[in-house]
């Protein structure tokens, strides 16, 4: 694996600093209140001009490979640019490169129709609209996706959803119009692999509600939401099936490794971000007689939070480079390996630095509270930890015992 990025990515790089430094950090603890001004669930008009913006800057759906749609880059060269917008939580949309977006983009390019594409994937790749994932379920242990209990019936030339599902993240913004769902059009399959199938649920169809929003570690998630929804004898046409009955979890695994691996991207960009701001910090303070960065403590803390951002760094271009070079199946021990590393890392390096932050590091004085609640969330977002180690643990299991 090479280590140096092409002169290609380092002038996307210097754009996208260039550009979150003039357009982004300016506003970011401002962006809160742009939100509310607007009712809490519409996408407020300075995000709009900040898409123009980047679209303007060549900087727009940078996650897309091999697309005249996007930047066509690879994993590898995408890697860099995530870490970026980690940065700031809210700011991959600005390049419409936030989730779940990204993942809904990337499915139904690679597995939907011309029509399905015509009609859903071209307004969300112009970032008209926004989508949500709708797997989850509140009934159920969800992290084994075989125990899904929502169903998707044929009757004739619709199919027929019951059911019910929970962190269907985005669903409640204004502009989000459509959901990929995924439930059981087979549910009897002796192969529990082949019962789920994956389908297009438009957001205002007949049937479906809306029964609360969740709260987060007291975050409502505005303007996006991670609502519990309420699917019932909902009908859709036969043909917002994506691939075929029963390739539900064919799917999710084309869908889920670039999406994993997108999350670590960024929340490795929030520890940076982290690192840099408590170096910053205990520069600042001075307690018992002497500057925090004084503290053997404190310099130990530092020095732990700087090689595990890099371990996890070094091991996340890998598993893009191999995703690259051998594709996501054959790259599944490294997203595996990834996942495990990075969000886990992520929350003890920003843990560190709200620390050295005193009590300002609880509050959303900084970003660091809010950067710690989302990297908590993903360590089961995703699919939970152990979930992950159980699955890369079979896999050396196979690979070397014999």
């Known amino acids: ?27 970011e603890d401002d962006y809160a209140g742009h939100v509310r001004a607007e009712g809490g669930w519409t996408t407020p008009p300075i995000m709009d001009d900040l898409k123009a913006k980047a679209r303007d800057a060549g900087l727009w759906n ?12 690879t994993n590898l060269e995408y890697a860099p640019l995530a870490e970026i917008m980690g ?31 015509a009609k859903w994937l071209q307004p969300l790749l112009k970032g008209e609209i926004r989508s ?9 242990a969800s992290s084994d996706a075989t125990n899904i209990e929502c169903t998707i019936i044929r009757d004739g030339d619709e199919y027929v959803i019951n059911g019910r599902k929970w962190f269907s993240s985005g669903f409640l913004n204004t502009r989000c119009k459509i959901s990929i769902l995924m439930g059981k059009t087979d549910p009897h399959n002796p192969n529990r692999h082949l019962q789920q199938s994956m389908i297009l649920v438009p957001t205002d169809a007949s049937g479906l509600t809306v029964v609360r929003n969740l709260e987060t570690f007291g975050y409502e998630g505005k303007p996006g939401g991670h609502p519990e929804l309420l699917f019932e004898n909902v009908r859709v046409p036969a043909s917002n099936i994506l691939l075929g009955e029963g390739r539900g979890f064919e799917i999710a695994q084309g869908r889920l490794g670039p999406g994993r691996i997108h999350h670590c991207m960024r929340f490795i960009g929030s520890a940076q971000r982290a690192l840099e701001i408590a170096c910053a910090r205990v520069e600042q303070r ?7 960065s ?19 760094r070094l091991l996340t271009l890998k598993a893009a480079d191999k995703m690259d070079r051998e594709g996501n199946k054959v790259a599944k021990d490294l997203i595996a390996a990834t996942k495990i590393v ?15 932050h005193g009590a300002m ?17 993903i360590r089961i977002g995703d699919g939970p930890d152990q979930v992950h180690m159980n699955s890369l643990g079979k896999q050396l299991i196979r690979q070397y015992g014999g």
Not at 4 to 16: A, I, M, N, P
Not at 295 to 308: N, P
Not at 342 to 355: F, G
């Open 1 to 27: 694996m090479i280590f140096e990025f092409s002169d290609k990515v380092r002038t996307l790089q210097g754009k996208l600093q260039a550009f979150m430094d003039e357009h982004i950090y300016p506003i």
């Open 62 to 73: 940078l996650f897309l490979p091999e697309t005249d749609e996007g930047a066509g880059l």
């Open 87 to 117: 940065r700031v939580g809210w700011s991959s949309e600005v390049f419409n490169c936030s989730a779940p977006d990204t993942g809904n983009m990337e499915t139904i390019s690679r597995y939907g129709t011309e029509e399905q594409k």
């Open 132 to 140: 949500c994932f709708s797997m989850t379920e509140p009934q159920v």
């Open 286 to 292: 001075v307690a018992f007689g002497k500057k925090l």
């Open 294 to 312: 004084e503290q053997g403590s404190v310099r130990e803390d530092l020095a732990k939070s700087w090689c595990e951002i890099e371990q996890a």
């Open 342 to 356: 990075v969000p886990s890392m992520a929350a003890k390096v920003l843990d560190r630095a709200m620390q050295m």
């Open 361 to 377: 590091g609880v509050t959303n004085d900084t970003f660091l509270a809010r950067a710690w609640t989302a990297a908590r969330i």
